[in-house]
């Protein structure tokens, strides 16, 4: 009875496993479609219509985590000024901010959690020096920063505040266009 049984089951699953040899492939193309659209300009981002394209841009973040904008429109391949305010009154250790620019498809948990490491470099972590564009210093509160950049490509790329367990709500998009 039990051999009965046995066959079918065995050949069932030897259908299944030949019948799946495209998945692969359909997975590539659709892995492959999702990376070059987060590269390109997204036109589907909520409220990016309403953001107005300049490359001066003013950021603060406060004391519950926040920055004050989370999408910016930029032109690609002119220079970026972003001036950063920590506008928070808690002390830098507890809850310092800063703002790092990063290439599209950065893994950003990754980053986070390899962030929190990197306490001699104010939460920059060497082991992603090739994803990150810019970042300003880490800022206390009422301090201020500004840095310049150039976004060579068009497409969308993120930034976030590296400070340890920031990164998961401090997160925006700069639209290079």
């Not at 920063?145 to 497409?155: H, N, Q, S, W």
Request: glycine share 10%.
């Amino acid at each position: 009875m039990k051999k009965i049984f046995l066959v079918p089951v065995v050949a069932g699953a030897v259908f299944i496993a030949a019948c799946g040899g495209n998945q692969k492939s359909e997975e590539s193309t659709e892995t492959a479609a999702a990376t070059t659209e987060q590269q390109a300009p997204a036109v589907d981002i909520p409220g990016l219509e309403d953001v107005a394209v300049s490359n001066e841009v003013a950021l603060e973040g406060n004391d519950l985590m926040q920055y004050n904008k989370t999408l910016f429109r930029v032109k690609a391949g002119q220079p970026i000024k972003l001036t950063f305010k920590n506008a928070g009154e808690m002390p830098k250790e507890s809850m310092g901010h800063n703002v790092v620019v990063v290439q599209p498809g950065t893994d950003l948990p990754a980053l986070g959690g390899e962030a929190i490491k990197a306490v001699d470099t104010e939460y920059i972590p060497v082991t992603f020096a090739s994803s990150i564009i810019a970042h300003t210093k880490l800022l206390g509160p009422g301090e201020t920063d500004a840095i310049e950049f150039t976004l060579e490509e068009k497409g969308v790329y993120p930034f976030l505040c590296s400070f340890p367990g920031h990164y998961g709500v401090m997160q925006g998009k700069i639209v290079a266009e």
